[in-house]
């Protein structure tokens, strides 16, 4: 089944402690990308990677890495959680290439992250 | 800037009764547009896309969408709706000639009353 894969569903921690929440994609797909959902704010993208080893800052970056080291993974990292990256957070992933840029992203089920 | 907005935060709509959620965009490039559905735990789930050429658009579940470039609006349409189409809608934009960030609207909650 195509799926994109997120781990952990939910995860309440503190303040400053390192976190890495995983995605995981089975579609072969290029594009990968992290959102944060917040209410009245909708859908903030975080960054995205056109493909391995490429990244590229979004809307909201600030206080959050990734890497893309294989196609298939595109792990979100806070290295010091603050209380306001308590959200919902979202991985997609979608094809590339010419002629695909309208291709649609195939969404997570989320992360809900509690930083207290 | 790229945005994307959706000036109503709740639609109600009687069951069997046509729905529109509306959805206005502003991109410098040729618009790349979309509208998923969000049910209650669950990530985003694809409705439909813009196709260039094509002024009204079909997507699953019997949606469409109404593309009007003079108003930069990306209006989301069913004829009949039904209480399982009750959940948050959001519409997002791609610019196709400067990048490959997407920009979400905040979000329309529908809910259709039986």
């Known amino acids: 089944e195509a799926q994109v894969t997120q781990n952990p569903r939910y995860l309440i921690t503190v303040t400053g402690k390192k976190l890495t929440v995983t995605c995981s994609q089975n579609m072969n797909h290029e594009y990968m990308s992290w959102y944060r959902q917040d209410p009245g704010l909708g859908l903030r993208q975080i960054y995205y990677?056109?493909?391995?080893?490429?990244?590229d800052k979004g809307d909201v970056p600030e206080g959050y890495k990734v890497s893309r080291k294989e196609k298939r993974n595109f792990p979100l990292i806070l290295e010091s959680p603050s209380p306001n990256q308590t959200s919902l957070y979202f991985c997609?992933?979608?094809?590339?290439?010419?002629?695909?840029?309208?291709?649609?992203?195939?969404f997570g089920d989320g992360t809900r992250l509690s930083i207290l | 800037a790229q945005s994307v907005a959706q000036p109503e935060d709740q639609v109600n709509v009687a069951e069997g009764n046509p729905l529109t959620v509306k959805c206005t965009y502003s991109?410098?490039?040729?618009?790349?547009l979309f509208w998923y559905v969000q049910y209650p735990n669950r990530g985003l789930q694809f409705l439909l896309k813009y196709i260039t050429g094509d002024n009204l658009v079909k997507g699953s579940y019997g949606f469409e969408a109404e593309f009007n470039k003079s108003q930069t609006s990306f209006h989301l349409k069913k004829p009949s709706a039904l209480v399982s189409d009750s959940a948050l809608y959001f519409c997002a934009v791609r610019d196709g000639d400067t990048g490959n960030q997407f920009y979400f609207g905040t979000g329309t909650s529908l809910t259709v009353i039986p």
């Open positions: 990677s056109m493909n391995v080893e490429v990244t």
């Open positions: 991109v410098s490039g040729n618009p790349y």
């Open positions: 997609a992933s979608s094809k590339t290439g010419t002629g695909v840029g309208n291709q649609p992203q195939h």
